[in-house]
């Protein structure tokens, strides 16, 4: 819908209603990236109600497929059809998958749920990258980046405690429930104050593209996640999901070059900018994930710190994050350059996981939580401005397939990083558990490489102590390869091409700099 206002009025009402309609998304963003961590705090409870324990993981990995595989089409949905549908069908979607898990009576329903759930989440980052990039030019798009990384912030802070209170006091089916007000909340703000063009293409969806993209992420997702686990990196279960994931990624990129409409353009891709932070975008994804799954381990199993606390855990991290996106932002609004951040960020986050690989039993709180702010100002510089230079890379008409496609690189990123750094952090400790206890090293770490706190208290003192430096050892060969990861963001980043920002001085509306068809944005009205 085109802006009709008089510029008298537009200045004094179009903030006001931005900043409710950021707001709602803020909201919509919290909801997206709190669920798992308070479902996660919540299972055990859930476990002991409605028991199917070996169904235990598909709670979460049926929740993560979804979202993977939906990412993409919803953020071609929505260049297609009009974004604030798209987003808030998303979110309705969402929520009803929200009540029905809440109403799950046995672990197959849950799991089916959470399935439907997930299949929602897809949309909801997506949604609020995508919008954010309708109503607000990227010159001016920093300012909100610390809002963003304060939500991201909170989200990991908060969720296990909110989670653990909300278990105790009104039982685990609340942990899904408690998305319904909010997620209303949300609807309603979008509904009433979000005013987007509305579209409606003549094409059709590329419904094979997008089975062809969803069967790669699906076999991709399922060896990182039952790989080293359920069966061996060498199995036969695990060659064919790679077989039929290769397979089907290779088939998708070539039906992308033939389809009318397809999910995933590659021409986007010619963008040097964007190629390069959809490459960060994943490494960093990498890393994040990584270090937030082994630092409370080690802090717990070393350190002797509370389980009860562990979001609290990693509090040095996410607050230089948070400080660090606040001051990126505030400095890409106000002179127009963002280079230095990737670059800066890049070597940061090599030298933060290279500290945070020296840890060992010895380490105190103090240094290791200096250690996790060195890699926390890392990604402070990395985490928005990956996703603000993709979408300056791209026409406004491709908006939500770069938000979608940086999305989905960050996700498969952090599903690498859980599975590869986790079945290093486990071997390595079921190794030094054999040198240094023997044959009661072995039977201990058999099931599990990593024990929870009650466990760890049943063990003999000299086992105990042979856990610890095992666990010290493994973390340092996890972090150390995350160090070695973070090198090619490095790389990447000496390379970004400083294209002006749109809306950042006297550019041409069709043209960047680095050869990248650029349309001028819409006057989207948020009122």
């Given at each position: 819908?085109?802006?009709?206002?008089?510029?008298?009025?537009?200045?004094?009402?179009?903030?006001?209603?931005?900043?409710?309609?950021?707001?709602?998304?803020?909201?919509?963003?919290?909801?997206?990236?709190?669920?798992?961590?308070?479902?996660?705090?919540?299972?055990?409870?859930?476990?002991?109600?409605?028991?199917?324990?070996?169904?235990?993981?598909?709670?979460?990995?049926?929740?993560?497929?979804?979202?993977?595989?939906?990412?993409?089409?919803?953020?071609?949905?929505?260049?297609?059809?009009?974004?604030?549908?798209?987003?808030?069908?998303?979110i309705?979607?969402?929520?009803?998958?929200?009540?029905?898990?809440?109403?799950?009576?046995?672990?197959?329903?849950?799991?089916?749920?959470?399935?439907?759930?997930?299949?929602?989440?897809?949309?909801?980052?997506?949604?609020v990258?995508?919008?954010?990039?309708?109503?607000?030019?990227?010159?001016?798009?920093?300012?909100y980046?610390?809002?963003?990384?304060?939500?991201?912030?909170?989200?990991m802070?908060?969720?296990?405690?909110?989670?653990?209170?909300?278990?105790?006091?009104?039982?685990?089916r609340?942990?899904?429930?408690?998305?319904?007000?909010?997620?209303?909340?949300?609807?309603?703000?979008?509904?009433?104050?979000?005013?987007?063009?509305?579209?409606?293409s003549?094409?059709?969806?590329?419904y094979?593209g997008a089975?062809l993209?969803?069967?790669?992420?699906?076999?991709?997702?399922?060896?990182t996640?039952?790989?080293?686990?359920?069966?061996?990196?060498?199995?036969?279960?695990?060659?064919?999901?790679?077989?039929?994931?290769?397979?089907?990624?290779?088939?998708?990129?070539?039906?992308?070059?033939?389809?009318?409409?397809?999910?995933?353009?590659?021409h986007?891709?010619?963008s040097?900018?964007f190629?390069?932070?959809?490459?960060?975008?994943?490494?960093?994804g990498?890393?994040?994930?990584?270090?937030?799954?082994?630092?409370?381990?080690?802090?717990q199993?070393?350190?002797?710190?509370?389980?009860?606390n562990?979001?609290?855990?990693?509090?040095?991290?996410?607050?230089?994050?948070?400080?660090?996106?606040?001051?990126?932002?505030?400095?890409?609004?106000n002179?127009?350059?963002?280079?230095?951040?990737p670059?800066?960020?890049?070597?940061?986050?090599?030298?933060?996981?290279?500290?945070?690989?020296?840890?060992?039993?010895?380490?105190s709180?103090?240094?290791?939580?200096?250690?996790?702010?060195?890699?926390?100002?890392?990604?402070?510089?990395?985490?928005?401005?990956?996703?603000?230079?993709?979408?300056?890379?791209v026409?406004?008409?491709d908006?939500?397939v770069?938000?979608?496609?940086?999305?989905?690189?960050?996700?498969?990123?952090?599903?690498?990083?859980?599975?590869?750094?986790?079945?290093?952090?486990?071997?390595?400790?079921?190794?030094?558990?054999?040198?240094?206890?023997?044959?009661?090293?072995?039977?201990?770490t058999?099931?599990?490489?990593?024990?929870?706190?009650?466990?760890?208290?049943?063990?003999?003192?000299?086992?105990?102590?042979?856990?610890?430096?095992?666990?010290?050892?493994?973390?340092?060969?996890?972090?150390?390869?995350?160090?070695?990861?973070?090198?090619?963001?490095?790389?990447?980043?000496?390379?970004v091409?400083e294209?002006?920002?749109?809306?950042?001085?006297?550019?041409?509306?069709?043209?960047?700099?680095?050869?990248t068809?650029?349309?001028?944005?819409?006057?989207?009205?948020?009122v």
């Amino acid at each position: 819908m085109a802006d009709t206002k008089t510029p008298e009025t537009e200045p004094e009402k179009q903030p006001r209603s931005v900043r409710v309609v950021l707001l709602a998304l803020m909201i919509t963003m919290m909801l997206a990236m709190l669920d798992n961590m308070i479902v996660g705090t919540a299972m055990p409870t859930i476990v002991g109600e409605l028991g199917g324990l070996e169904h235990l993981s598909w709670v979460v990995t049926g929740y993560t497929l979804a979202t993977a595989a939906s990412t993409p089409i919803w953020g071609k949905i929505g260049d297609m059809y009009g974004r604030k549908g798209a987003f808030m069908t998303s979110i309705v979607i969402f929520l009803i998958g929200s009540a029905l898990s809440g109403m799950a009576q046995n672990m197959g329903e849950l799991i089916g749920f959470r399935a439907i759930q997930g299949l929602g989440a897809g949309g909801l980052m997506v949604g609020v990258m995508a919008i954010i990039g309708d109503l607000i030019p990227p010159r001016e798009r920093g300012k909100y980046q610390g809002m963003m990384a304060g939500v991201m912030a909170l989200a990991m802070i908060g969720g296990p405690l909110v989670g653990g209170t909300i278990t105790d006091n009104w039982g685990w089916r609340w942990s899904f429930y408690i998305n319904l007000p909010l997620g209303v909340v949300a609807l309603t703000a979008i509904s009433v104050v979000l005013h987007l063009p509305k579209k409606r293409s003549q094409a059709r969806i590329d419904y094979l593209g997008a089975g062809l993209l969803t069967l790669g992420i699906t076999s991709i997702v399922l060896v990182t996640t039952w790989g080293g686990s359920e069966y061996a990196w060498t199995s036969a279960r695990i060659m064919e999901l790679v077989a039929i994931g290769v397979a089907s990624l290779i088939g998708f990129v070539f039906w992308q070059t033939r389809a009318a409409e397809p999910i995933v353009p590659l021409h986007i891709f010619r963008s040097r900018n964007f190629t390069l932070m959809s490459l960060i975008g994943f490494i960093t994804g990498f890393v994040m994930f990584g270090a937030t799954l082994f630092l409370p381990l080690y802090q717990q199993s070393v350190q002797g710190a509370s389980a009860t606390n562990s979001g609290l855990l990693l509090l040095p991290m996410l607050g230089a994050m948070l400080v660090t996106s606040m001051v990126a932002g505030r400095v890409t609004t106000n002179s127009g350059k963002y280079k230095v951040f990737p670059v800066v960020g890049s070597v940061l986050m090599v030298i933060g996981l290279y500290l945070l690989s020296t840890m060992d039993t010895g380490t105190s709180r103090l240094t290791s939580g200096v250690f996790m702010a060195v890699v926390g100002l890392g990604m402070g510089c990395l985490m928005q401005i990956t996703m603000l230079v993709a979408q300056n890379s791209v026409e406004m008409k491709d908006m939500g397939v770069a938000s979608s496609s940086t999305t989905l690189f960050r996700t498969l990123g952090s599903s690498f990083g859980v599975a590869i750094m986790g079945a290093l952090f486990n071997n390595r400790v079921q190794d030094v558990m054999s040198e240094r206890a023997g044959a009661l090293g072995s039977k201990i770490t058999e099931q599990s490489a990593q024990l929870d706190a009650a466990s760890l208290a049943k063990l003999p003192v000299a086992a105990r102590e042979a856990y610890q430096h095992a666990v010290s050892s493994g973390t340092h060969t996890a972090f150390l390869l995350g160090a070695v990861v973070a090198i090619a963001a490095l790389v990447s980043a000496v390379f970004v091409k400083e294209v002006p920002l749109k809306g950042a001085g006297p550019q041409k509306p069709d043209e960047a700099t680095d050869g990248t068809a650029v349309a001028p944005p819409p006057m989207a009205e948020a009122v």
